[in-house]
Structure formats: C-alpha cells, structure tokens
C-alpha cells in the first residue's frame, strides 16, 4: 500500500508533458463517477491528484496548464457518447468522430484552468483546497454561459444512484440544488487532504447529508387529485429512419396506433383523472401546425383524452425553424398552446458563428422566448420542455406562473445506447426534486419515464422499447427553497466557502 501511494504522490509531481498526460488521465478517472456507472469512489482518487498537482506547480500558470488538462479528460470521457451523433452523418462528418468530445472539452477546459490558475494564488493548505472547491462550483455553474450553455453533468450528479440510495442523496437539491450538491462533493473529494479535524468535520457533513435526505424523503408522501393520468406514447423510431423520410407514413401510423392502445388503457386506470397522451420531440414526421388532415386523426387516436401533446419542428411567422411542442384539444385536434424551444443545442440545432465548416442542416432553428406554462382546460397547469433544456438547473419553470407538473419531450436516439441518455435522464430526476415538481418525460427511443416531486421514480419503459407508458402524476409539492431563490442560494455558499478559503490561507491555517 506505501508503494502504491508513493507512486500516487508522485504523479502530482510530473512536470511537462508527463504532467499533462497525468492529468488528462485522472480527468478521465473522474468521469467514471457520472450516470450510470457512479463509481464515486474514484471522486477523491482524482480530485486529490489535481489538488497535490496545483500545489507542486511552479506558478499558476502551471497550475492553470494542470486544470485544463484535467478538463480536458473529464469532458473526452464523461462526453465520448456525443460521437454516435456524428455516426449518423459519418459519409459527410466521418472526420469528426474522433474530435467531437474532444472539441467540445476544449471549449469547457478553460474554466477549469481558470479555477486551477486562481486557486493556486491562495496560499498552500485549507485554504487553498476549500477555495479550489468554491471556484470549482462557480465556474461549473457558468458553464451555462457556454454558446446557448453547456452545463451537462455538473458534479453534483454523481450521486443520483438508482433506488432508494439515490433519492436519498439527492433530496438536499431541494434546498441547495444540483449546484449546491457539486460544491459539497467538491468539499468531499477533497476530504483526504484535510487534517484529522478536517477529516471529521466531512464524516459529520456527510452523516448530516444522507440524515437530512432521508428525513425529507420520509415526511414528504405524495397525494393525487389534480394532476393527470400521463400517457407516454415511445415509437423507438430510428434516427436514421427519420432522416431520411421514406418511413413517415408508417412512423404516423405507429404512433397513431400506440395511441390508441395508451389512451384505452389511460381511461380505464384514470379514475376521474384527466387523461393525456404525449409524443416525444419531432414524433410527428411533418409540420404539424400546418397539417389540417393529421391534426382531427391524432385526436381521433387519442378519443377520450383532455389533451395530447405533441412534439413537431414548425415553420413560424418569421420565417424561422422552430422545434416545438404543440397541445391538441379534442375533438377536431385544435392547436390550443405551442411552446417553442427555448435553448438549442449547439452544434447540433444552431450553428456557432467561429465554426469555419457547416455541420448544422439547413440553417439550424430558432430558439423560443423562454420557458412557460400551459392553461389548458381540464387540466392541471404544465410546463412544456423539450429534450436539452431540461438540464438547466434553476430554468425550468416560469417563475411568476408555477406550473403543477413539467412534461419533458426528448429524442435521444441520436446518442445510441450509451451513457447520454442515461445522463439526460439524471438531469431530469434533479430537476423533479430541485422544483418540487413531478415530471413525466417521453423519449422516443427511450427511456420514458415518471418522477414524483422528489426525484422518486414512479415508472419507466426502458431503452430500445416500443411501447406505452401509462401512470398517474402524483401532486406538487409546496415550493422548494430552491424554486424560490434559484441559483443564488449555491452561489452564496461557494462565494462563503472561498472567503474561508481565503481567510484560512490569509491566516496560514490548516484544518487539524
């Protein structure tokens, strides 16, 4: 064991390339801890060495190089699913594959060279590691800044294990949110460094962590009444099936059909519950708003229900693209709402203006105002979102309008049967607990699923599955602390802890 933690140590005191390549490779360690493997052991293994190495580099501009390094193989990693999207178009974009997790690390490294450059200006010590924690939060929170934003798998994610143990670490989003949790792993990861008081004050912060998460979780019980009875319709159409639009007819009957069966089985469990039915992002092979013959048929399907929510790409007035959702009302398919997406992924539905090659179809879409929630009637009041938004923590709901549910459309075939969709997915249950919303998400190739107000998943149709998914949508919660102050409330406790960061260091203070 000496051996091995001397070979440890001196990893974090490489110089050159060897210091890069080291890096690179402990960045990489750490995205092993993200959806779906959480192998969080890794988390203080990693996060130790780039600590050790920022302290053993000559100046921070060393120390900088060591955190974009860092970066650069957490974000090669924890994105390498981003690839299979660039399959899809391999004849054209086959140059790309190699490049595309890559690229998108080396525009999100600078900020954790920022955060390795300033930490390392605090002097040696607790100081140095809990301002290393504050900074690390902080700019992974202006991750969202990023082009439209980019702020997939932020730390705190780590710990959204499946079952039980899940719901119960994620619970303190509720008050602290995703950001929050990213700063108290941070301080964790961190924990080996520290001396023996700073060591039990992390067992204690811990202890108090999972006390805290399984007190909410048990005096928080979900109720019915207001809220529908979701069904999720999941044609698993292939990308590829879409792109080319030789199967469109068939695609529209599939779903028509899946329907029908959902619909049927919807009235029959309702009880007295609206019933509405959901097709997951661009699910309609056409421009709906202006198909006057598909419209009545998608109602007829869905005979019985309040409501369907569809998601279709629309021609708007200003002559733009827009990737929309749009609520149908029986009994002619009347377009009572459309919700237009508000944050578009870049590279994929908006072409970044330094790109010097076009990698976007046609010229890309338009992004909507903002989010919003829909009044439809019969129906509880619901906040549309479409695939990607949903990862923005602190943006999902209208802040003057709370909705009582969120319906999340999504299409995540485009990333294979890999760690994104399961990461997507994540990002939901988090955003569940963080609001106090339940959310029912339909996904075209899946996973469908349906979270309670506190993250606890109620149902799911897996991966691959043609299929329906049929459930009740539980109550709102009251309003979270963080559904009330948002982003703000992880932005004060990182801009605390790296005040004591900087006392402490001020102070030539070590914990313990």
């Known amino acids: 064991m000496m051996f091995l933690y001397e070979r440890y140590m001196k990893l974090s005191c490489l110089r050159g390339w060897r210091a890069d390549l080291a890096m690179a490779l402990a960045g990489g360690l750490y995205a092993l801890a993200f959806p779906p493997l959480h192998a969080v052991v890794v988390l203080p293994v990693a996060f130790c060495l780039l600590a050790r190495a920022i302290d053993n580099a000559v100046d921070w501009r060393a120390a900088a190089r060591r955190g974009f390094m860092f970066a650069m193989g957490l974000y090669t990693v924890g994105l390498y699913w981003l690839m299979y999207a660039i399959l899809l178009r391999a004849d054209e974009f086959w140059w790309l594959v190699p490049l595309a997790s890559p690229g998108c690390a080396v525009i999100l490294a600078p900020l954790s060279a920022l955060t390795a450059g300033l930490s390392r200006l605090v002097p040696r010590g607790t100081g140095r590691l809990l301002t290393l924690a504050a900074l690390w939060t902080v700019t992974d929170m202006a991750r969202v800044f990023v082009f439209s934003g980019f702020p997939w798998n932020p730390p705190g994610s780590v710990w959204e294990f499946p079952g039980l143990a899940g719901d119960i670490m994620i619970q303190p989003a509720a008050w602290i949110g995703v950001d929050g949790l990213t700063l108290l792993t941070c301080l964790l990861a961190l924990a080996p460094l520290y001396g023996r008081v700073g060591r039990l004050a992390c067992l204690a912060l811990l202890v108090a962590w999972v006390g ?77 708003l202006e198909d006057d013959i598909a419209r009545p048929m998608v109602s007829q399907a869905g005979a019985g229900a309040a409501a369907g929510i569809i998601g279709t790409v629309r021609w708007a007035e200003d002559r733009h693209w827009r990737n929309s959702m749009v609520a149908l009302l029986p009994p002619d398919g009347h377009a009572a709402a459309v919700y237009d997406k508000a944050h578009l992924v870049p590279f994929g539905e908006y072409q970044p203006a330094f790109l010097p090659f076009h990698v976007v179809p046609g010229d890309g879409m338009t992004p909507g105002p ?111 602390l963080f559904g009330r102050y948002g982003r703000l409330i992880p932005l004060l406790l990182a801009v605390l802890t790296g005040l004591a960061g900087l006392w402490c260091g001020r102070a030539g203070r070590r914990v313990g």
């Not at 319709?233 to 009957?253: C, H, L, M, Y």
């Not at 779903?255 to 069966?261: E, K, M, S, V």
């Not at 399961?422 to 609001?435: I, S």
């Not at 506190?454 to 459930?471: C, I, N, S, T, Y």
Request: glycine fraction near 12%; proline fraction near 7%.
């Open 212 to 288: 805290s998460g399984a007190l909410r979780l048990a005096s928080v019980h979900d109720t019915y009444g207001h809220n529908p009875e979701v069904v999720l319709v999941q044609g698993n159409v292939p990308e590829t099936d879409k792109i080319s639009g030789s199967s469109d007819v068939a695609i529209f009957r599939r779903y028509l059909a899946l329907t029908r069966q959902g619909v049927t089985q919807g009235l029959l469990e309702a009880e007295g519950r609206p019933v509405v039915f959901a097709w997951p992002e661009s699910a309609f092979p056409g421009l709906l």
């Open 370 to 480: 903002d989010v919003g929630t829909w009044h439809l009637p019969g129906i509880a009041p619901v906040g549309p979102l479409i695939c990607y938004e949903v990862i923005f923590s602190g943006q999902v709901v209208n802040g003057h309008d709370r909705p009582d549910w969120l319906m999340n459309s999504t299409n995540d075939a485009w990333y294979g049967n890999s760690a994104g969709p399961r990461q997507h997915l994540a990002a939901v249950r988090l955003r569940a607990v963080e609001e106090g919303i339940p959310v029912a998400r339909a996904a075209n190739t899946g996973i469908s699923a349906v979270f309670d107000g506190r993250g606890h998943e109620l149902a799911r149709l897996g991966w691959d599955r043609q299929g329906v998914l049929v459930h009740a949508l539980p109550d709102a919660l009251p309003p979270t």
